[in-house]
């Protein structure tokens, strides 16, 4: 009788010498990046963890189909504010990483969700300097939407044309 | 032939007075970037809507690169055409150069051929999802959030001009979206088009292509159109295409 006692009292402190192991192991998203653009998300903190992805849901139909492109519930801006594009050491975060540190993968890892946002778009923010961020392409001009350069006679046409043409 | 002279000579004019005002100013401010004059800025919290039409009108005669800039820009922007395990079969293409000869003359040209935003598109009637979907401003596109690959689109087009990404991509364009089992076409640049923007392609090649609304008369493309005509690819299928050419 008192060998079982002793066992089940083993075996309680196992369970809780796990729950405490567990707890430890909740890993905690990385709210510093965004911490220090803005002191208050989009939505109340409350809201935001539990709906984010209702929110999510209903603005990229109205995005696809309507042309609506406020910002406000847009996941181009939850990347921008929550997503540093490197880490410390300069190499690329993203969502799929083993570490798991991709401020979006670092809870949904954790609750075991599977979501697909990012099998199509951008997990980090664009950066123009990263050679490794874009696709190579295999050309070397650039349209005139590119920030740098002289601007050809072309520029000026397409600036011009409006008036020639309606006259 | 003397309207098209017409044509050239305000053109020519337009070009001379361009420069003059390059030599006046001295300084050269690039403002490309900005809002262009054909596509008219709306709220960004509001919806397209149908009064507008989206059409684009591009004058062979004047690629003189018979398009392959203008395809340069769509892969630029919107990061096709260099996916990691594509073989080139596979590749991505928004865009791309056709080279028609005649058997009878030899005459022959090149032009570029992407999606034709067709009024009575034939892949958004296949589609089972109703992810092939024509916006109320006329823009032909995929709403890959609901696209299940099944290509049917693909297909349909009598243009080619869908493709299917075939492998996992990271670092895709921000405002471009594309990834693996959905299929892609030309938007007409819609993120750009929404910030009152010029389509890639268009400002790669101002001299020979002009974007703008349909449905206004004063708009600088109905007034070319209703000037110098603009011809469909297949006319006969009657799909009433957006993108039209001069010079077929
Ligand atoms: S050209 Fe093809 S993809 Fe574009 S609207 Fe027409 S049928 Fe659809
Ligand atoms: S591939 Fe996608 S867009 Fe094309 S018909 Fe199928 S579901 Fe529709």
């Not at chain 1, 050679?131 to 070397?140: A, E, M, R, T, W």
């Amino acid at each position: 009788m008192r060998g079982l006692q002793r066992i089940k009292f083993a075996l309680l402190g196992l369970l809780a010498i796990g729950l405490v192991a567990c707890d430890a192991g909740v890993p905690q998203p990385n709210l510093a990046p965004a911490k220090a653009k803005a002191a208050q998300c989009v939505e109340p903190t409350a809201d935001i963890r539990k709906n984010h992805m209702a929110y999510l849901n209903v603005h990229r139909d109205k995005t696809v189909i309507e042309g609506i492109r406020s910002t406000k519930h847009s996941l181009n801006e939850c990347i921008n504010c929550h997503v540093a594009p490197t880490r410390e050491d300069g190499s690329a975060v993203h969502y799929t990483d083993e570490k798991k540190d991709h401020f979006c993968a670092s809870c949904h890892t954790y609750v075991g969700v599977k979501m697909d946002c990012f099998q199509c778009h951008a997990d980090r923010p664009e950066v123009t300097k990263q050679v490794n961020y874009q696709h190579k392409l295999s050309s070397n001009t650039y349209h005139l939407s590119a920030q740098t350069g002289q601007p050809s006679a072309q520029d000026w046409l397409l600036l011009s044309t409006p008036q020639g043409a309606r006259q | 032939m003397s309207q098209i002279n017409a044509y050239r000579r305000k053109f020519l004019a337009a070009l001379g007075g361009v420069a003059a005002a390059g030599l006046a100013s001295g300084v050269i401010v690039r403002e490309v970037k900005a809002a262009s004059p054909d596509v008219p800025t709306r709220p960004e919290d509001q919806p397209v809507s149908n009064k507008v039409r989206w059409g684009m009108l591009i004058d062979i005669n004047r690629l003189t690169d018979g398009g392959a800039s203008m395809v340069e820009a769509c892969k630029r922007e919107h990061g096709w055409g260099n996916d990691p395990k594509a073989s080139p079969e596979q590749q991505a293409q928004w865009m791309r150069t056709v080279k028609v000869t005649d058997k009878l003359t030899k005459h022959s040209f090149t032009l570029p051929v992407m999606c034709q935003h067709c009024e009575e598109p034939p892949c958004v009637d296949v589609c089972p999802t109703g992810a092939s979907m024509k916006r109320a401003d006329g823009i032909v596109q995929v709403n890959k959030h609901i696209c299940i690959g099944c290509r049917y689109c693909m297909m349909a087009c009598p243009y080619k001009a869908r493709s299917f990404v075939h492998e996992n991509l990271t670092d895709q364009r921000v405002h471009s979206p594309r990834g693996i089992g959905t299929v892609e076409s030309c938007n007409l640049c819609v993120h750009r088009v929404d910030k009152g923007q010029l389509p890639a392609c268009v400002e790669a090649a101002p001299q020979a292509v002009i974007f703008g609304d349909l449905n206004d008369p004063t708009s600088r493309i109905s007034q070319a159109m209703k000037a110098l005509g603009g011809s469909q690819i297949r006319a006969d299928l009657s799909l009433n295409t957006g993108v039209r050419y001069l010079g077929l």
